[in-house]
């Protein structure tokens, strides 16, 4: 009987501390269908993919010329490229297509992973000849938040309350402000995404700069504020994975019972906390689902510039003095958070979650529905020629251009990648996996490999 053919997946990560348990329980799920899962550190991934199997590389975001690229060399070398967006779960969606997908990269990958029907909707609306591409799969960062995992994050969670016991956690979702590669390197990728095309454009993104300007201020002021009134609570400000926590620091880390921490995943820092608070971030809806509503601080507020999705997911204050109220009536007079029952309904037009199946198994069900098609064998014939010249390309031409030209600008991404995604060893790996078969009562036949610094295969050994 003829042996299968391996199928090879590979999973860039790009923020460690937001992705990688998430994308390692997709290489769960994938490697128990047959795949030789690799994930690992998005930079270090792109320049192995050109030395490895063909398969499928799942790419994250549409949003600039530099993807685009990657897509293009991914597929001359053999592979199949499914796409999803981090940032899909939350955005504007009058300047969602313009900001983050462009059309010639929806039409080079081969499916778009959406993580509920609004986002799709939005996309196939926008490009009705490429609604083929659109799957609403949900994001395995949403399988997480199921309650089957809460006690895989125990540890964590008691470890977080050992060090700062009861405490107020405030979520930043402010990267504009305080940007780690800075906010030249932010203006350079909107510009390369071609969103300032007009005045139109122009006048939306700088006044999203001056608004989000002015709510730092305000988050500031109401550390301030809350660290007076309940100076025996620690406050723990945990910034956007792109922020800089250098301006938090400078700005209230002073303050006996203030610390800025960002670090690991944030579910179990969401779990430990007695409350979160937040102005238009993600992580509110991640609080929601499981279980611990959190505030909206709507001090300011703009139709044009929040997110609405992320307020409807909280309870919102719009006065410091509203805040301080209801912090007492939570931490002092144990006051439950209850939401609207008809907002779960609403939520599930943005989200794809159901109890009887994983997002996960739902992305892996359209992966394997791509390696039964025909036109990975047809690009593979290119692939052994491009590999050669990419080679010469890279040790030569490139090699000698990026010394002359780029030096700085490479180690600052160098640097500001690293942020992102610090050194992860083996054994960190293996605790994840060990947790998710513990929590999910599967793939114990899956082993785990380091393959390279920061990259990981997930398999089933034949």
């Given amino acids: 009987m003829k042996q299968e053919e391996t199928k090879y997946l590979y999973i860039p990560v790009e923020v460690k501390a937001r992705e990688l348990n998430a994308k390692i329980l997709l290489s769960l799920f994938a490697a128990d269908a047959g795949f030789f899962s690799v994930v690992g550190k998005r930079d270090t991934l792109r320049k192995k993919i050109r030395k490895m199997n063909s398969g499928i590389v799942i790419e994250k975001g549409l949003d600039s010329p530099g993807k685009e690229k990657n897509i293009r060399e991914y597929q001359l070398c053999g592979n199949r490229v499914a796409a999803v967006d981090e940032e899909g779960l939350v955005y504007f969606e009058k300047y969602y297509i313009n900001r983050r997908i462009r059309e010639k990269a929806l039409k080079n990958v081969d499916v778009f992973i959406a993580w509920g029907e609004n986002q799709a909707d939005l996309i196939k609306n926008a490009f009705p000849d490429l609604e083929e591409r659109v799957y609403i799969c949900g994001n395995s960062r949403l399988d997480l938040l199921r309650k089957e995992f809460r006690n895989e994050y125990l540890s964590e969670v008691n470890d977080i309350k050992s060090r700062y ?4 956690l405030i979520n930043s979702a402010l990267s504009i402000v305080s940007l780690k590669e800075g906010f030249d390197g932010f203006l350079r990728k909107v510009k390369e995404t071609g969103f300032l095309k007009d005045k139109k454009d122009a ?18 002021d109401m550390v301030t504020r809350i660290s007076k009134e309940f100076s025996d609570k620690k406050i723990i400000i945990r910034p956007h994975p792109s922020e800089d926590p250098v301006l938090w620091n400078e700005k209230v880390g002073h303050r006996n019972n203030v610390e800025v921490v960002y670090e690991g995943n944030v579910v179990p820092w969401l779990l430990a906390a007695d409350i979160m608070i937040h102005h238009n971030c993600t992580t509110a809806i991640e609080s929601f689902l499981l279980g611990k509503p959190a505030i909206s601080y709507r001090s300011i507020s703009s139709d044009e510039y929040d997110c609405k999705i992320t307020h409807a997911a909280s309870l919102q204050v719009f006065s410091i003095d509203e805040l301080l109220n209801t912090l007492k009536r939570i931490l002092e007079q144990n006051e439950k ?17 159901t109890e009887d199946e994983y997002a996960s198994e739902r992305i892996v069900k359209e992966l394997i529905i791509l390696t039964q098609t025909d036109n990975i064998r047809l690009i593979k014939y290119f692939s052994f020629i491009f590999k050669i010249y990419y080679r010469l390309y890279k040790f030569v031409g490139s090699n000698i251009i990026k010394r002359i030209f780029q030096p700085l600008r490479e180690k600052k991404q160098r640097e500001y990648f690293d942020y992102k995604f610090p050194d992860t060893e083996l054994a960190e790996v293996i605790a994840i996996v060990d947790k998710f078969k513990k929590a999910t009562g599967r793939f114990d036949n899956i082993k785990v490999d380091t393959i390279g610094k920061n990259l990981f295969a997930l398999y089933r050994p034949h």
């Fill in 337 to 353: 958070l209850i939401l609207p029952d008809n907002f779960r309904n609403k939520l599930q037009e943005y989200l794809c979650v």
């Fill in 203 to 220: 006048d939306f993104f700088w006044g999203q700069v001056d608004y989000y300007k002015a709510i730092f201020n305000e988050m500031t």
């Fill in 165 to 168: 016991n009861n405490f107020i």
